[in-house]
């Protein structure tokens, strides 16, 4: 398979025009569909978006390869797009971006598209290459270049030889996709070092696997390793190796430097995290406090959630077919429908404490903390202290394996095989039963006491205030650290102390916050249209649906081309809602679900009111305060 197998030639706009990156991104996607790659447009497109919102596409020297893999994908495929005056794409380098290859991966374990996908990212960093095609005439002389590119580039890939050199250096790239990047920074790395004159090799981690895998006598050998990376990656067996830890963006832009720098002899060696010297924390160092506890803490939810989403809707579900009992010691007995569902949506949510714990454990004190987590989760619910005691758990967990390398550190070398199998496990469990049972769980446990109590008994003004900042907080960033924590909080109240499911006022806020932002910009644009462009507009059906679905990605692009005006009228709107729905004491079970979950919400008919209120105010906001469209 070859580039040109994937790119069609109604997949190429060689003359367009778009005017911001929300309207690049929209014509690419039509682009693809009409290649016939695509089964399900809406959902890629929510793809295509949430990846962006993990950094921008746009790597530089006018180049975006938007990117995404998803079931909603039928075939591999490519489009292709120049934009001769270029449009503003937040690229990596600040200037616009002119030549746009989109990407669409099916999501299957069958990934021979990806190395396809591999040779098109290294070609772009040719500048010839880049040159002929923003001259190219026509779709199908634009294939014949990327054709004749190819062809000189890789058709003796598989015989090519290492290059010889005095020095050697390894490098080791990986991107959260694993998709574009990973391979535009390998292949800059490469580049770079044959013009320098040094032996290299790279290995890659994208969605299709480990490619080249670095073998310890190539690590052995090596005068040291680069780790372009914005994900985890294995490390541990550079131990001893001078290696620099660097975003992938720098592996792209900078492999000179890196390259320099790694072989200046001035880089220390890599301690390991069982090491004993700082050295080996260094690049640690260099991420705050609060940033390694956000990371350590996300890593745990982004685990935490799947068990929690799907236990919670099948508790709903419960609800649904047992509403006599619902919130009685027989619930889940009226049916048998409505006891299955229980049965295995509460063993689902059960695992909520202990996946949380499990997971921040481990990505602090790698695999060895993970069972410390786990135990430490179910130690928490056992104990009252719920869903804090699992976080304190989760931290607890991770620094003790720490700990525990530093103190164990000084056996000797013969007993090293024994520490990830008895001592780690043995001593980390004990200190973590004895931790949890007489330090943390009683004053956390009590602390829970206290918090449902105060909760409990708090006032109709007090009740409605944490509701209008909840709400708030759900439309300020969308899916940023303010909406990620209301997310989490509300996760947090459908659990009791010992992980029993409930009914949650503050999880109803909280959903409802997040519907408002996709319902108002739906609306606007039939209220507004002279305010929004013509494929504003035709999105607007779409966002109304995911409104509706509590699905909040479809506001994004709107927030994102006209942030000072559609993001605080959303907040409002967002806030009203969240306070309208503590207000009418309205509570649900489930932690997703939008309108499909409304029949098993206490006062839905209030929750519907609270919803159409807060959405028809931010509409209305915003058409006043947006400038009108002249296209």
Avoid at 607 to 629: C, E, I, P
């Amino acid at each position: 398979m070859k580039i040109v197998d994937l790119l069609k030639v109604e997949s190429i706009d060689l003359k367009a025009k778009p005017q911001d990156k929300a309207a690049a991104l929209e014509h690419l996607i039509t682009l693809m569909e009409r290649g016939g790659n695509i089964a399900d447009k809406e959902e890629y497109k929510a793809c295509v978006l949430r990846r962006e919102e993990e950094g921008s596409t746009g790597i530089g020297e006018g180049i975006a390869i938007p990117h995404a893999k998803t079931s909603a994908v039928k075939a591999p495929g490519l489009a292709a797009m120049l934009v001769q005056d270029g449009v503003d794409f937040d690229s990596l380098d600040g200037e616009p971006a002119k030549l746009f290859f989109l990407i669409a991966a099916p999501d299957t374990e069958d990934n021979v598209h990806l190395d396809v996908l591999s040779h098109l990212s290294m070609l772009l960093m040719n500048d010839d290459f880049r040159s002929e095609l923003l001259k190219a005439g026509s779709a199908k002389e634009f294939l014949s270049v990327i054709d004749k590119y190819e062809n000189e580039k890789f058709e003796d890939e598989d015989e090519a030889a290492a290059p010889q050199a005095q020095r050697k250096v390894l490098a080791v790239t990986a991107c959260p996709t694993g998709i574009a990047h990973t391979y535009m920074a390998a292949e800059a790395l490469q580049e770079m070092a044959g013009k320098l004159g040094v032996a290299m090799k790279v290995e890659t981690n994208g969605s299709g696997g480990v490619k080249n895998k670095l073998t310890a006598k190539e690590i052995e050998e090596a005068d040291g390793i680069i780790v372009a990376a914005d994900k985890n990656v294995p490390v541990e067996r550079f131990a001893g190796k001078p290696v620099i830890f660097v975003k992938v963006a720098d592996g792209i832009n900078k492999p000179k430097e890196l390259i320099e720098e790694i072989l200046s002899d001035k880089v220390p060696a890599y301690a390991g995290k069982g090491g004993s010297e700082d050295e080996g924390e260094a690049a640690e160092a260099k991420e705050s406090l609060g940033r390694q506890i956000y990371k350590h803490l996300m890593n745990g939810v982004s685990h935490m959630l799947p068990f929690v989403i799907g236990g919670g809707i099948l508790i709903a579900l419960a609800f649904m077919f047992d509403m006599e009992f619902a919130g009685t010691a027989k619930f889940g007995s009226g049916t048998p429908l409505a006891a299955f569902f229980k049965n295995i949506g509460g063993l689902a949510f059960s695992m909520m404490m202990p996946i949380l714990a499990g997971y921040i454990a481990m990505s602090i004190g790698e695999r060895p903390a993970l069972m410390l987590g786990i135990v430490g989760g179910f130690l928490a619910a056992s104990g009252g202290s719920g869903f804090f005691g699992a976080l304190f758990a989760g931290f607890l967990g991770g620094y003790l394996i720490l700990a525990l390398r530093k103190v164990l550190g000084v056996l000797p070398d013969s007993l090293e095989g024994l520490k990830p199998i008895l001592l780690y496990p043995v001593l980390g469990l004990l200190i973590m039963g004895v931790l949890m049972t007489y330090v943390i769980n009683p004053p956390t446990a009590a602390f829970n006491q206290w918090l449902a109590g105060a909760l409990a008994g708090m006032s109709t003004t007090s009740k409605v205030l944490l509701g209008f900042v909840l709400g708030g907080m759900m439309s300020i960033d969308f899916g940023g650290p303010l909406n990620k924590a209301a997310y989490v909080f509300g996760t947090a109240s459908l659990a009791a102390a010992d992980g029993s499911a409930v009914s949650s006022e503050i999880m109803a806020a909280v959903m409802i916050g997040g519907m408002v932002p996709p319902i108002a910009i739906a609306l606007s644009t039939l209220l507004f249209s002279d305010k929004f462009t013509a494929k504003e507009r035709q999105s607007g059906l779409t966002n109304f649906i995911m409104g509706l679905s509590f699905i909040t990605e479809g506001a994004i692009p709107f927030a994102a081309s006209d942030p000072l005006r559609v993001i605080p009228t959303c907040a409002l709107g967002s806030a009203m809602a969240g306070a309208l729905s503590m207000a009418f004491g309205c509570s649900v079970p489930a932690p997703h679900g939008g309108v499909f979950v409304f029949g098993v919400v206490q006062n839905w008919p209030m929750y519907f009111v609270a919803l159409a209120a807060g959405s028809v105010v931010a509409a209305v906001l915003m058409g006043f305060v947006k400038k009108s469209v002249k296209e």
